[in-house]
């Protein structure tokens, strides 16, 4: 698969946007024209800069009203069109691209489009160059890809083709299936970009929203699929307009890129049809089977403090590293770690977050393929030493550069806790509070890295992406999206910070970046968790007395339940596949906090309650501006 990116995807000036777009990992480059205009070097400046990053210019781009003018806007166009080849020339490359004409002095007729078509290939042709013919999804007489293609056709000349862009197709939801009766050698590049779906303004939408393929709703692989089943082998380009990547990093939005449509190719070309599509051989995304581990890094005064926490909801020491300062707390399939070493990344961790929830082990079929695949898409591999017999578990850097490890049950990974740890019996033990499992882990980023780990997490993983949702803050909004694999197995949501007045966004600035802030444990009874407790000595997290007079009403439960509920400051939601209760935690730290839910067929997260709890956790945050003691 032959990669490429238009310059207008990515910020910066464009010696910054093409070291990004080669640091990536993509071979070739759309120069747009206004990235071109604001350079101050000659086109032959810009084509060796190219060169010497190891790209190839797909094409210039782009050239618009053309076909259909009257005199004498027609004969001028023919004017821009010869300089243009000149500026290809001398960057060094022989494509351009012709957006359908949106100029109300745009004439119609598929017969003076085609007159206009021959005339310009013939111009190309003198000079070895080639046409692209795009339809813009608000072209005034040309919008739809088969129209284009039936003036490419008719045109009948060989420096004439078609660009085939899957947001103007898909935006209008065109049948992709007349793609594949278009001869591969007239498809002279295909733009893909991906959108949300959104009932806006087509021309307004597709230059504010668009984004990487799998990051939006539209059927990008089907559209890809179509194409490859033509036995097209050229380029695939991503053309992205987005206001917030022109104000991301450079670097990051280049590789979420390069991984969109790595991913994006690994996927069609498991289909036996898509005969032109050549990638080398990845294994297929790894499907998680559960949460193997949360580990936290700690001070030896703060892991006290933790460790009493945990033995209040019912976790119990059960084992201790045999060479590093690392202690097991279990309870049900839950394993917590908390790690108080003086060497190594946990203590670097601690030094710029503090106490944190800094890495997390996902167990999943196959270590290794997991490993293979996310090293084939650009993840960041971690590696530390360990002491002689120990299990090395692969790993690779997460959100807020912290780890994810990898464990599976086909080799010593699966021993590790009879290698790496030896079991100790609690001497602090408390009652087992019935908690099950991790039923979900909350990671809090900047709104916009939300994109980015979205990708990461469905690209590597069996995971699927839910739609967003708005979370209202007291202090204002924050978007919140999952990401979860079949059954369960794993849920992760994703909320995006826009400001640091936000509970998630006081997180963020007072740890110095992303990472977990909260995980939720499942039971099968909340109440009888909730005894269980209370006995320990565990603090509730304090709900307004006023919140259960409403969700009584609301959902006209029996006042006896009512009662229930709010002497144990737990929270209710239905919808309508079950019932939720949810149960917090106060804050550790700078915001971090525990959850603890029974899910009756409920498939959601409890959203409509987290006001409510935003706000209870806010009142423990110490206020800004006071110092930590």
């Known amino acids: 698969m032959k990669t490429s990116i238009a310059t207008v995807s990515i910020s910066g000036e464009l010696p910054e946007k093409l070291a990004a777009i080669a640091q990536a990992g993509f071979s070739g480059v759309e120069i747009f024209e206004n990235d071109f205009l604001a350079f101050d070097g000659t086109p032959a400046d810009v084509g060796r800069m190219v060169r010497d990053h190891g790209l190839e210019i797909t094409l210039f781009q782009p050239f618009r009203d053309f076909e259909g003018m009257p005199e004498p806007h027609r004969s001028r166009l023919f004017d821009r069109a010869e300089r243009k080849f000149d500026i290809m020339q001398e960057l060094g490359t022989d494509l351009v691209l012709v957006c359908s004409n949106v100029s109300p002095l745009a004439l119609g007729g598929i017969d003076r489009a085609v007159a206009d078509f021959h005339e ?26 088969r129209d284009a293609w039936e003036v490419v056709r008719r045109t009948n000349h060989p420096n004439i083709g078609i660009i085939l862009d899957s ?36 021309l307004y939408w597709s230059r504010h929203f668009r984004n990487m393929p799998g990051e939006g709703d539209l059927p990008v692989e089907a559209f890809t699929s179509a194409v490859a089943e033509t036995g097209y082998d050229g380029y695939f380009s991503l053309e992205i307009f987005n206001d917030q990547f022109r104000g991301g990093s450079a670097k990051a939005i280049a590789a979420d890129g390069h991984r969109s449509l790595i991913t994006l190719g690994d996927r069609v ?25 949360v580990e936290f890094s700690a001070s030896e005064a703060d892991a006290g403090e933790l460790a009493g926490i945990l033995r209040t909801l019912g976790f119990s020491k059960t084992a201790q590293h045999r060479s590093k300062k690392v202690s097991v707390f279990s309870q049900g399939n839950i394993k917590l770690l908390l790690n108080t070493d003086e060497m190594g990344f946990a203590s670097a961790s601690y030094a710029v977050h503090g106490t944190s929830a800094y890495a997390m082990a996902l167990k999943v079929d196959d270590a290794r393929d997991a490993m293979d695949r996310a090293v084939a898409l650009g993840a960041e591999v971690f590696n530390q030493p360990v002491e002689t017999g120990e299990v090395t578990i692969p790993s690779i850097r997460g959100v807020g550069g912290g780890l994810i490890y990898l464990l599976d049950d086909t080799t010593d990974l699966s021993r590790i806790w009879d290698i790496d740890f030896a079991p100790v019996d609690d001497e602090h033990k408390k009652q087992d509070a019935h908690l099950l499992s991790v039923d979900h ?7 916009e890295e939300m994109l980015t780990w979205v990708l990461f997490y469905t690209s590597i993983f069996e995971m699927q992406k839910t739609p967003m949702v708005d979370i209202i803050d007291p202090s204002g909004v924050v978007r919140s999206q999952v990401v979860e694999a079949p059954q369960g197995y794993l849920r992760i949501t994703l909320n995006g910070a826009e400001n640091r007045r936000t509970l998630a966004g006081h997180f963020i600035a007072e740890t110095f970046g992303s ?19 209370k006995a320990n000595g565990f603090r509730p997290l304090p709900i ?9 009403t609301r959902f006209g439960l029996d006042p006896d339940l009512t009662e229930r509920l709010k ?24 915001g971090f906090f525990f959850e603890i839910v029974q899910r009756r067929d409920y498939r959601g997260y409890g959203a409509a309650n987290a006001i409510f709890r935003i706000a209870a956790l806010k009142k423990q945050i110490r206020p800004e501006g006071v110092p930590r003691l």
């Open 544 to 552: 307004s007395p006023n919140y259960y007079g409403d969700v009584e």
């Open 441 to 447: 882990i909350a990671q809090t980023v900047a709104y």
């Open 269 to 293: 070309r498991r289909n036996p049809n898509a005969s032109g599509l050549t990638l080398p051989v990845m294994p297929d995304r790894s499907a998680v089977q559960g949460v193997g581990f």
């Open 515 to 533: 990472g977990i802030q909260h995980l939720a444990f499942e039971t099968a009874d909340i109440f009888a968790t909730a005894a269980a407790l």
């Open 167 to 202: 947001f103007h197709t898909l935006s209008r939801q065109i049948d992709i299936n007349s793609i594949r009766s278009i001869p591969k050698e007239k498809i002279f590049i295909v733009q893909l970009a991906d959108a949300p779906l959104i009932d806006m303004d087509l």
């Open 567 to 590: 002497a144990e400051n737990i929270l209710y939601d239905r919808d309508e596949n079950g019932e939720y209760f949810q149960l917090y935690s106060g804050t550790f730290g700078e």
């Open 120 to 145: 310009l290939g013939e111009r190309a042709a003198r000079r070895g160059l080639k046409v692209g013919y795009e339809a813009l999804a608000w072209g005034k007489h040309i919008s739809d890809h």
